[in-house]
């Protein structure tokens, strides 16, 4: 009888097909080997190579970091980066004549890009349902970040058009830097070239500085507990209401208010715990990056929503949507069809399906309504309620509002938006049946939503430590904050150093960040 | 002027204390993570609850880790060489003392896994053959794995079984040095020790379920329990139940797949008691009973390979079932209707190994040898049993009506599923 020992196979993580090969911050392979090797490699060429060799490197490593996922993507992104990277510098350079045209053809061919990856399948899928052909561009896998690059080197051609680009801030190693470096490379913060290219050529960055890594790990940290401890759990409240009617079942009131809040608080808590990550990761390095968010859930009114969520991103369709429109140039009304439309192609770049362009639509309806709102508060002098009930009044149409919207962004069809939405509303009854629990997921949304609402967000917190570029008028926001900021001593570090044993602890339930799917 | 020179030359000065005090903050906080990581992964390494490190303990605690779930299942595979190999649900788990008796006198691996379907113990003889190269797979098939509607257990996508072709060092480091940096792994260890420390084994050295009934076990209690949680209330099984006709191609296909290996592969469908057929009778799952028969008769036929089936009115599926007003009362085959006793499963191997070595049937029904030719056959007696114990037996009839009627089954729905 044969008795050949077994070879031990190698392991399928939990994850998707798609989701294992992403090296992921939220991976044992990225803390432990990814990340010690990126830092001491960049150490090492700073203190015995030149500047140049340190980019290179990041670069290097930057792409390899993306090619984890997907090895075939790098060529796709080496050739944008080599074609922006051109078309900038021709813009640059043209006479004023031809540069409209080399803009022009830059941005369609950015858009054509991200349309045949990304919303190819949307436009055959809408074109086969109202038509009935069976019309398909085939599989195409959807090269990871391509939102965030996309939009990346547009704001660097328009910049370029823009005359705000000059040929002596970078070479070209530099602007793939910009582009790539790898905090920021995959869900942002989408970061402004007049952020981080000055940063590349200061001396003290890249170089091995007590401060900047301690900041930079403690920064990390606080992101990591955040999606691993905070929002990966409270997603098991969410998901099975969801997926449940998905599938065509009816939720509970209960259960449809529990998806709903878990959800927003999920989103919140994940995505912003990416971008503290790749805060803290720049700053290991040195790098300041822009701030992504600023307590959003502390919003009065919806266009204070927007100036805390996803700020990088609202920076971008402001000054790269909104204000080349003719923002409010051109009167009220077509400032209300700008805001629509910003809105609409801000839904759109979220994800390519019908539910991302109504959360994208309710979103602008929000500003237009609480636009006219304002003017009708202005031009009739409308007695004031006391700020306390106002204020109260205020932030709870706001989340309503916003909750609202994020059913359409979770769920993956109208019908499972509208049964939620249709259960939340108490259409359907008020049954206080939940097959997720009550009490367990009441008081981690109860908990979550205080510690949003009550509690200084992670850049008041490290707030001495300036941790974001323009960081200076958050901390003036808030002077009181002083008693409560991170400062180097043992306290802090044994606090921080048990946030990050114990989300290590937990990396191996991780899951992907939400805004990989964008 | 001066102060602004006294100024400048302090800074650097202060530039170094400050540069101290975040240093020490640094060795601090680093000095705490790599600290707290390395105990866990020392004191992990060493309970190793998941049993991968074979190496570490000398198998000194094997006995105490609860390593019946799919990785602790693909673990104790990939650890062999092993003569044989059973593959199946809880059945297998906890009726199959292979410590005790292995097919053909060789060490036989346990492979039953909980909460499992075709689809998965395909996918787990594949590894036997695959990885472990197991040179005798005996698959166990219940009716209730047929489903195509079950879901694959998240604790299968963990384990080695659902590895796949196209993996990338990712996978590997995170998965296999991930376990030693586990919070539920930490958890897992101190319950192997706690149960060191009671002397409470959970699986034998070859991988069965070592559970045993508790005193004043309620046989009655448990299977109404048993038929109304797992059988009639789990949306995966009984209850919206679609015979998967696709997972037996699948099936056949892995056959085809052993045969050509040079592996032996034996199909068995496991001994049920009367009760658990008659509930299969009333919910009207008998004619999918049936179809499983034949379609296993067919690959039989097709690839010439043994399917045995123990599920019908033999003599050990009859054994009087005690009320539950007779708390001393043990019953020889059966933890519950469905659940047998390595009692049971010793004379199920033995069957199978008499089967191998070409000997024929000893007790009627009993491991029948089926194939295209006898099934019809075959069928019909099983049908003429039941038809008999059905006759003799209003009392079990009504009981089991009152089973799959009770209140209890509304209440163990969720509520998704109520409305």
């Known amino acids: 009888m044969s008795r050949r020992r077994g070879s031990r196979p190698r392991r399928k993580s939990p994850r998707t097909s798609d989701e294992r090969f992403r090296l992921l911050f939220n991976s044992y392979t990225f803390v432990l080997l990814y990340l010690p090797a990126t830092l001491l490699g960049c150490f090492a060429l700073a203190r015995w190579a030149g500047r140049a060799q340190v980019v290179a490197f990041l670069v290097i490593a930057s792409l390899v970091f993306y090619g984890w996922w997907n090895p075939g993507h790098v060529a796709l992104l080496s050739a944008s980066l080599v074609a922006n990277y051109a078309l900038g510098r021709t813009i640059a350079r043209a006479a004023p004549a031809s540069r409209r045209a080399w803009l022009s053809a830059g941005v369609v061919a950015n858009i054509a890009l991200i349309a045949y990856y990304k919303y190819a399948g949307f436009f055959a899928d809408t074109v086969n349902a109202l038509a009935g052909t069976q019309w398909s561009f085939g599989a195409v896998a959807l090269p990871l970040g391509i939102s965030f690059f996309t939009f990346q080197q547009v704001a660097y051609l328009v910049d370029s058009y823009r005359g705000e680009i000059h040929d002596e801030q970078h070479g070209f190693l530099e602007y793939c830097l910009f582009v790539t470096f790898f905090p920021q490379f995959i869900a942002g913060p989408i970061v402004h070239h007049a952020e981080v290219l000055g940063q590349f050529r200061d001396r003290r960055v890249f170089l091995p500085r007590a401060d900047d890594l301690t900041v930079g790990a403690s920064y990390f940290f606080v992101g990591l507990f955040k999606k691993v401890a905070l929002a990966d759990p409270v997603a098991a409240y969410a998901r099975p209401t969801f997926t449940y009617a998905l599938n065509g079942g009816q939720p509970t009131f209960a259960e449809a208010w529990i998806a709903a809040l878990a959800y927003s608080l999920q989103l919140y808590l994940d995505f912003s715990g990416y971008s503290d990550m790749a805060v803290g990761l720049a700053r290991m390095f040195g790098v300041k990056l822009p701030m992504n968010f600023d307590s959003p859930y502390k919003a009065l009114d919806i266009a204070d929503f927007w100036r805390r969520w996803h700020m990088t991103l609202s920076r971008f369709l402001r000054d790269?949507?909104?204000?080349?429109?003719?923002?409010?140039?051109?009167?009220?009304?077509?400032?209300?069809?700008?805001?629509?439309?910003?809105?609409?192609?801000?839904?759109?770049?979220?994800?390519?399906?019908?539910?991302?362009?109504?959360?994208?639509?309710?979103?602008?309806?929000?500003?237009?309504?609480?636009?006219?709102?304002?003017?009708?508060?202005?031009?009739?002098?409308?007695?004031?309620?006391?700020?306390?009930?106002?204020?109260?009044?205020?932030?709870?149409?706001?989340?309503?509002?916003?909750?609202?919207?994020?059913?359409?962004?979770?769920?993956?069809?109208?019908?499972?938006?509208?049964?939620?939405?249709?259960?939340?509303?108490?259409?359907?009854?008020?049954?206080?049946?939940?097959?997720?629990?009550?009490?367990?997921?009441?008081l981690w949304i109860l908990a979550l939503g205080v510690l949003c609402v009550a509690f200084p967000n992670t850049a008041e917190f490290f707030a001495r430590e300036k941790p974001v570029v323009e960081f200076a008028r958050i901390e003036q926001r808030r002077p009181w904050l002083a008693a409560l900021v991170w400062r180097p001593n043992v306290a802090w570090a044994v606090l921080i150093a048990a946030l990050g044993t114990y989300s290590i602890l937990r990396l191996h339930q991780a899951s992907e960040f939400l805004y990989f799917n964008f | 002027m001066s102060s602004s020179t006294s100024t400048s030359e302090h800074a650097p000065e202060q530039e170094a204390r400050d540069a101290a005090v975040y240093r020490r903050y640094g060795f601090v906080l680093a000095g705490l993570v790599c600290g707290a990581l390395a105990a866990v992964a020392v004191f992990l390494y060493a309970v190793d609850p998941e049993g991968t490190h074979e190496e570490g303990d000398g198998g000194a605690l094997h006995a105490y880790r609860d390593v019946l779930n799919r990785r602790g299942r693909a673990h104790l595979l990939a650890n062999g060489p092993w003569d044989a190999a059973l593959i199946g649900s809880s059945r297998v788990a906890l009726g199959y003392d292979t410590d005790a008796y292995g097919l053909r006198g060789g060490r036989t691996a346990n492979v039953g896994l909980m909460d499992t379907n075709l689809w998965?113990?395909?996918?787990?003889?594949?590894?036997?053959?695959?990885?472990?190269?197991?040179?005798?797979?005996?698959?166990?098939?219940?009716?209730?794995?047929?489903?195509?509607?079950?879901?694959?257990?998240?604790?299968?996508?963990?384990?080695?079984?659902?590895?796949?072709?196209?993996?990338?060092?990712?996978?590997?480091?995170?998965?296999?040095?991930?376990?030693?940096?586990?919070?539920?792994?930490?958890?897992?260890?101190?319950?192997?020790?706690?149960?060191?420390?009671?002397?409470?084994?959970?699986?034998?050295?070859?991988?069965?379920?070592?559970?045993?009934?508790?005193?004043?076990?309620?046989?009655?209690?448990?299977?109404?329990?048993?038929?109304?949680?797992?059988?009639?209330?789990?949306?995966?099984?009984?209850?919206?139940?679609?015979?998967?006709?696709?997972?037996?191609?699948?099936?056949?296909?892995?056959?085809?797949?052993?045969?050509?290996?040079?592996?032996?592969?034996?199909?068995?469908?496991?001994?049920?008691?009367?009760?658990?057929?008659?509930?299969?009778?009333?919910?009207?799952?008998?004619?999918?009973?049936?179809?499983?028969?034949?379609?296993?008769?067919?690959?039989?036929?097709?690839?010439?390979?043994?399917?045995?089936?123990?599920?019908?009115?033999?003599?050990?599926?009859?054994?009087?079932?005690?009320?539950?007003?007779?708390?001393?009362?043990?019953?020889?085959?059966?933890?519950?209707?469905?659940?047998?006793?390595?009692?049971?499963?010793?004379?199920?191997?033995?069957?199978?190994?008499?089967?191998?070595?070409?000997?024929?049937?000893?007790?009627?029904?009993?491991?029948?040898?089926?194939?295209?030719?006898?099934?019809?056959?075959?069928?019909?007696?099983?049908?003429?049993?039941?038809?008999?114990?059905?006759?003799?037996?209003?009392?079990?009839?009504?009981?089991?009506?009152?089973?799959?009627?009770d209140d209890r089954l509304l209440r163990l729905l969720p509520p998704f599923a109520r409305r």
């Open chain 1, 320 to 442: 790269y949507v909104y204000i080349p429109l003719g923002g409010n140039r051109r009167g009220e009304s077509r400032r209300l069809v700008n805001l629509m439309a910003t809105m609409l192609i801000g839904g759109l770049w979220h994800g390519a399906g019908w539910t991302f362009v109504a959360w994208g639509a309710l979103h602008g309806a929000y500003l237009v309504v609480h636009q006219m709102w304002r003017r009708t508060l202005e031009q009739f002098a409308l007695p004031r309620l006391p700020a306390s009930v106002a204020n109260t009044l205020s932030w709870s149409i706001t989340m309503l509002a916003v909750v609202v919207a994020w059913v359409f962004f979770r769920a993956e069809s109208f019908d499972a938006a509208w049964r939620i939405l249709g259960a939340m509303s108490g259409i359907t009854g008020f049954s206080l049946a939940s097959s997720v629990g009550r009490v367990e997921p009441g």
């Open chain 2, 120 to 405: 998965e113990l395909v996918r787990v003889a594949e590894y036997a053959l695959e990885v472990a190269h197991v040179p005798l797979i005996v698959v166990f098939v219940d009716l209730h794995c047929m489903s195509s509607r079950r879901k694959t257990n998240f604790d299968f996508e963990r384990s080695d079984f659902d590895r796949v072709d196209d993996e990338g060092p990712l996978e590997h480091f995170d998965e296999d040095e991930g376990e030693l940096l586990s919070l539920h792994e930490i958890e897992r260890a101190f319950s192997t020790l706690e149960a060191r420390s009671a002397g409470r084994a959970r699986v034998g050295r070859n991988g069965v379920d070592r559970r045993e009934l508790p005193e004043g076990h309620r046989y009655r209690e448990d299977t109404a329990e048993h038929l109304l949680r797992v059988y009639l209330a789990n949306p995966g099984t009984y209850l919206n139940f679609e015979y998967g006709a696709d997972r037996i191609d699948e099936l056949e296909r892995f056959v085809a797949r052993a045969r050509a290996a040079q592996s032996q592969v034996v199909l068995v469908m496991p001994p049920k008691h009367a009760l658990q057929m008659e509930c299969m009778t009333q919910i009207e799952l008998w004619d999918d009973f049936e179809r499983l028969k034949r379609d296993l008769a067919g690959v039989a036929s097709r690839q010439t390979t043994l399917v045995l089936d123990f599920a019908a009115h033999h003599e050990h599926a009859l054994e009087r079932m005690p009320r539950d007003d007779e708390p001393g009362a043990r019953m020889q085959h059966w933890f519950d209707s469905s659940h047998g006793t390595p009692e049971l499963g010793r004379l199920v191997l033995a069957r199978v190994d008499a089967a191998l070595e070409g000997r024929a049937q000893e007790a009627p029904l009993f491991g029948v040898a089926l194939d295209a030719s006898n099934v019809e056959a075959h069928l019909v007696q099983c049908r003429s049993a039941r038809d008999a114990w059905r006759a003799a037996n209003r009392d079990e009839r009504v009981w089991i009506s009152n089973v799959i009627h």
